[in-house]
């Protein structure tokens, strides 16, 4: 027996390590044929001045752990045989970017496993590794300049011609350009190396390089606390970003900043290089769409003598070009030349816009006219940095949808996502990479490592802010450094953002900036550090919110409040985040972490165990709801941002696929130019019911100056309904002029007629000026017969006032209505009711009734109530505030007739918002107590043993004796689902 137990172990581990063997063998024959198929880039002859030749592809590639002590990967001896191939721009390790970090999209996390997986070395690893480009240049190229151009490296690289250093660089978002012309050997292979680490320099690999003069002045721990924006994988590793190679004549054009107006444009050319006598810069603009030219112009003749670096400036006036804005995305493109002797020595294209985007007061101006942004982030950007169809695909689904503001949020990524925004017509504020840093009372990083976060942000400004797309900058996500309890540390780390805000107004002096997202001016602070420092706490505003998710909806909330009070020297107000629920971009479901905080909308409806409808439904509800309400009801605010915008898409990250979720169609209502928007909350009416509610206009549309001769058609209709089930009316609007609003008293009337007793219709609202329809909006409403709420059930009433029994009586029930009872009296075969406001006098002797078989329903009862009534933990339970938007009815009995969602937003008494309950109560698990609806307060990030807090149970029922209480703090509102639920209440209890 033992030989056999021997012998199996032996041929288990025998097995093992076949496998593991037969994997190996898989890799390598995957690795050679991967390096057989590899290829020099070879640039080819060319007459052109300048040649930019495209060095994305595939790059060999070999980790520091495969290598010897002995071996740098920079060294052209150095045999490469045996190396790797890797894609250039990628990561070599999983891309883990905000929600995307395995809870918005389970595949996306599989598929890039899988793709690390594919690879044929071992990414978990590599921490560092050499990239190699072998590059064919032509003995023609002799005399040329060759200027090599990073997009982004992640995170520290170091970069090599032909073994020579030529560029370092600590930080994984700033671009990187280096000069390689004097290690260049024209009609050779030449060897261009790039030594990459995720988060720490290879010391070993710099001392064994002959003249080194790369260095990397951060050490190993500051380097593992790099900003890495939103990649939650924290050291992320590869040339990630695209590459290109410009060779040109010995003076060149190094940099062009175009700064458009209205009419014109200040068009900075710097000049690097060897001048002749008499040099000349040419400007040409020219229309994208339709190839006529708009400008061509010469500046005068610039005389030079030697070399070095000259800014030509030119300042272009008298035009009238076609204006960039999100609605209307007009490019041009902007062609300097670089003439000497009559010679064009070198070109430079870049893609421009005229557009101005500025503060003036508390309101920011489009093109000289005010503009509201409506807005939504975060686009996927950080997953598909380098994708260029779903770029453009998901920025013309933005525009399409009326959003029309973004924000790179965290991550400040290439001209793939902003060549997109550029040409599809969405705005974007540009956030820098640090999120959280200063975050409350945490430590000043060290010196270094900040260095390494402004340099990066200061060279990705630069380099991408001619895009017309750019139109705002916001230093970093949520950093709060004026939130720190050490006053002098607080004032430093202050000190520090202004620095930064102060150096981008040097490099981009044109653009609007914001001081941190999040950050509103407060006089107290602005009195005591911001003012007497002489600090730049940027030009706007940006309050965050999460109402509607974390806490009560806008339906129970006051813009007003929201705004608050204007800041010190009336800035403008935006909101860049407002925060609602997240979606899972597989399937639909709310993101997993989040599921808690969606039962207190949905209910069990927020977990995997139920189908997405409901939960998406609810969430283009809450975003369309909220949209609206802001720009009715804005007085301060001149932009809103939901957030977060690529949950609104099935497959969000594929560009073939990617197909909205029903928020995308309920946001781009919301967020049309002209808004007509219904002001009630209230959705739920009776069958020939007539309301009113006002109707506003809201005129965001840049085209349209004033809006008159305006006319609302409206109709209540349901799928295919006969026309005897629907109503309609017309009726004359005010005049409505660009950024402005106005309201009108407007009544309805529910048809009189349903498809069925309980009926989901639709209000139309269609605006027309003249015959031209300028907007249109829908709402679902829920639309009752009076027999679908009706009850012929007989009925006592224990109150103060008759309310409850007209209340009743008005569905039909049959009411004997009692301000003091005798309970050993009454008959145990009649319910009775005990009223809202009912004390525990009139109830005093209530156990012996319900000892006899006695049902009672207690309507809102307070504790001392409750106290009688026998089986209750007299000295546990408790009434609890409860938001009340959603009671989630768990026995089916309570919600015969209705849908589980209906239980949703009762529509509102007077002086009162939309409710289903006021209060709720909270009790331990009794024996003898059913809990029949659960009521969970809106709720953010709170501990696990707080959030059983959030739970209280607005319906509950209690055995006692032969008899039944139900209690229900379900408010009596006048509106059908209340009565549907109180019918069933009393029918349930009459059983």
Not at 153 to 175: D, E, L, R, T
Not at 228 to 235: I, R, V
Not at 332 to 342: F, G
Request: include cysteine.
């Amino acid at each position: 027996m033992r030989r056999f137990v021997i012998s199996l172990l032996a041929l288990l581990c025998g097995s093992t390590v076949f496998a593991s063997t037969s994997e190996a063998w898989r890799t390598e024959a995957l690795r050679v044929k991967d390096r057989a198929g590899y290829k020099t880039v070879t640039i080819g002859s060319q007459s052109a001045p300048r040649q930019t030749v495209d060095l994305c592809g595939k790059w060999l590639f070999k980790p520091s752990q495969e290598l010897q002590a002995s071996q740098i990967g920079a060294d052209p001896a150095l045999a490469d045989s045996s190396w790797h191939i890797m894609d250039v721009p990628q990561f070599w390790t999983p891309v883990r970017w905000a929600s995307y970090d395995g809870r918005t999209s389970l595949w996306h996390q599989i598929h890039e496993q899988e793709r690390v997986d594919r690879l044929t070395f071992d990414p978990k690893a590599t921490t560092s590794g050499w990239y190699r480009q072998w590059i064919e240049v032509p003995a023609s190229a002799k005399g040329k300049r060759f200027v090599l151009k990073f997009d982004a490296i992640a995170s520290i690289s170091q970069v090599y011609w032909n073994g020579k250093p030529v560029a370092s660089h600590v930080g994984m978002f700033g671009p990187i350009e280096c000069e390689v012309t004097p290690y260049v050997t024209p009609g050779k292979r030449n060897l261009l190396a790039v030594f990459v680490s995720e988060g720490k320099a290879d010391p070993e690999a710099a001392k064994q390089v002959a003249a080194v003069a790369v260095t990397v002045s951060v050490t190993n721990d500051m380097l593992n606390k790099l900003p890495h924006g939103f990649y939650f994988h924290e050291l992320m590793g590869g040339i990630w970003q695209p590459v290109k190679l410009e060779i040109t004549n010995k003076c060149r054009i190094a940099d062009v900043f175009f700064r458009p107006g209205l009419t014109g444009a200040n068009i900075e050319t710097t000049v690097d290089g060897q001048f002749c006598e008499l040099m000349k810069v040419r400007h040409t603009i020219t229309d994208v769409a339709t190839g006529q030219s708009l400008y061509r112009g010469t500046r005068d003749a610039l005389v030079l003598k030697g070399t070095g670096l000259f800014t030509a400036k030119a300042a272009i006036s008298g035009l009238k070009p076609k204006l960039w804005s999100p609605e209307h995305p007009n490019l041009y493109t902007l062609k300097t030349q670089l003439i000497c002797d009559q010679t064009v020595v070198d070109e430079s294209i870049t893609t421009v816009g005229f557009r101005t985007f500025q503060v003036k007061g508390d309101k920011v101006y489009l093109n000289g006219k005010p503009y509201f942004m409506r807005g939504a982030n975060e686009p996927p950007l950080g997953v598909t940095v380098n994708d260029k169809a779903l770029a453009n695909k998901f920025m013309k689904f933005m525009h399409d949808g009326n959003e029309m503001m973004t924000r790179f949020h965290g991550n400040p990524v290439g001209h793939t996502w902003l060549d997109a925004a550029d040409k599809q017509g969405v705005g974007v504020s540009i956030e820098g990479h640090w999120p959280w840093l200063f975050l409350n009372n945490a430590p000043i990083p060290d010196k270094e490592l900040l260095d390494s976060w402004r340099e990066d942000w200061y060279g990705y400004v630069r380099a991408y802010r001619n895009h017309p797309a750019m139109l705002m900058l916001t230093i970093n996500n949520e950093n709060y450094p004026d939130h720190d309890k050490d006053p002098a540390r607080e004032v430093e780390k202050c000190r520090i953002f202004s620095d930064v805000v102060k150096a981008t107004r040097e490099i981009t002096p044109d653009l609007p900036i914001v001081f941190y997202s999040g950050y509103v001016r407060g006089q107290e602070d602005y009195d005591k550090i911001v003012k007497p420092n002489n600090m730049d706490d940027g030009d706007i505003d940006d309050r965050h919110y999460y109402f509607g998710w974390y806490g009560g909806s806008i339906l129970q909330a006051n813009v007003k409040d929201i705004e608050g009070k204007p800041a010190p020297g009336n800035r403008p107000l935006i909101t860049q985040e407002h925060g609602l629920p997240y979606s899972d971009v597989d399937t639909g479901h709310c993101l997993k972490d989040y599921q808690v905080k969606a039962s207190a909308w949905v209910g069990q409806n927020a977990f995997y165990t139920a189908r997405p409808d409901m939960y998406l439904e609810f969430q283009g509800l809450m975003m369309k709801e909220t949209a609206e309400k802001i720009r009715r009801d804005k007085a301060r605010l001149v932009g809103w941002s939901l957030f977060c915008n690529f949950c609104w898409f099935k497959d969000a990250y594929i560009a073939d696929t990617i197909t909205p979720f029903p928020v995308y169609w309920d946001v781009k209502k919301a967020y049309s130019p002209v808004l007509v928007s219904l002001e009630t909350a209230n959705r739920h009416f009776t069958a020939g019911e007539t309301f009113k509610s006002q109707v506003c206009i809201v005129n965001d549309d840049i085209d349209r100056d004033k809006l008159q001769n305006l006319t609302l058609e409206w109709r209540i209709y349901g799928e295919s309904t006969a026309p005897e089930m629907i109503s309609s009316g017309v009726v004359r609007m005010p005049d409505c002029l660009y950024y402005g609003k106005c309201k009108k008293e407007v009544e309805f009337q529910v048809p009189q007629s349903l498809p069925l007793d309980r009926s989901d219709m639709v209000l139309e609202c269609t605006l027309l000026q003249g015959r031209e329809v300028v907007s249109r909006n829908t709402y679902n409403l829920l639309c009752a017969l009076p027999s679908w709420y009706a009850t012929q059930q007989s009925v006592m009433v224990v109150e103060n006032d008759p309310k409850t029994s007209a209340y009743l009586a008005a569905l039909g029930a049959k009411c004997e209505s009692l301000a003091k009872v005798d309970w050993a009296s009454l008959d145990t075969k009649t319910p009775v009711v005990v009223a809202s406001g009912v004390d525990e006098s009139a109830v005093s002797g209530i156990g012996g009734f319900l000892s006899r078989g006695g049902k009672v329903l207690f309507l809102e009862p307070d504790v001392s109530v409750l106290k009688t009534i026998p089986g209750i933990p007299a000295d546990q339970i408790k009434v609890v505030g409860a938001n009340g938007e959603f009671v989630d009815i768990q026995s089916p009995q309570l919600l015969d007739g209705m849908d589980p969602m209906d239980m949703r937003w009762l529509d509102a008494m007077p002086g009162d918002v939309v409710r289903c309950c006021r209060t709720a109560y909270q009790f331990p698990d009794t024996p003898g107590i059913t809990k029949h609806a659960v009521h969970i307060n809106p709720h953010g990030y709170i501990p696990a043993d707080a959030v059983l807090k959030q739970y209280s149970w607005p319906m509950f029922e209690v055995a006692s004796g032969q008899g039944r209480a139900l209690v229900s703090s379900i408010v009596l509102a006048d509106d059908p689902v209340a009565k549907r639920m109180l019918r069933n209440a009393l029918e349930y209890l009459a059983r």
